[in-house]
């Protein structure tokens, strides 16, 4: 076997058993953040397990998508510069998958919390008064003081439009 056929089998060992490690590590710890978040054992092991297939199809996906190397291989140091810069990409693509599942379930969490905030943030201040008005007649304002509302009507002209009469001075 030449050069690349090694560098090729290496490569494929290292990003595989380096999948598979972080996959358990963010599995087992990654399962008391996710019983917070969705406050259900059933529903967090649920999502976890999601999780780790979507984990390991993305990651094995690029894995072996990335092993070509059109150049050919020379010499062993520069195959362990390939290979070097190959699983670089991969615990890259590893470190982004895992901040972005990190970043995705904290930010449904904080929204979580805050549909269960039992009180408001500001706390009221008092109620304006509801006025009750017979069934057909004008409403009034609750603003304006009783003598001053019967001022404030509009009254009809005989062009067909209405003024409105100012409250009298005081």
């Given at each position: 076997m030449?050069?690349?056929?090694?560098?090729y089998l290496i490569y494929l060992v290292v990003s595989i058993g380096l999948t598979i490690w972080v996959a358990r590590a963010l599995s087992r710890n990654g399962q008391v953040f996710l019983e917070e978040v969705f406050a259900d054992e059933?529903?967090?092991q649920a999502v976890n397990s999601l999780l780790v297939v979507g984990f390991y199809l993305l990651n094995l996906g690029y894995v072996t998508v990335a092993m070509k190397h059109p150049d050919p291989v020379g010499s062993t140091s520069q195959a362990m510069e390939e290979l070097s810069l190959k699983v670089g990409l991969v615990l890259?693509?590893?470190?982004?998958?895992?901040?972005?599942?990190?970043?995705?379930l904290g930010?449904?969490?904080?929204?979580?919390l805050r549909q269960l905030a039992t009180h408001p943030p500001l706390a009221p201040v008092?109620?304006?008064?509801?006025?009750?008005t017979p069934h057909g007649s004008p409403p009034t304002s609750p603003l304006l003081p009783t003598g001053a509302q019967a001022a404030a009507q509009p009254t009809s002209q005989p062009g067909g439009g209405s003024v409105h009469n100012p409250p009298p001075p005081r």
């Open positions: 030449d050069i690349k056929v090694w560098m059933r529903l967090a890259l693509v590893l470190g982004a998958l895992h901040s972005f599942n990190v970043f995705a930010r449904y969490r904080r929204g979580r008092g109620r304006l008064p509801m006025p009750s």
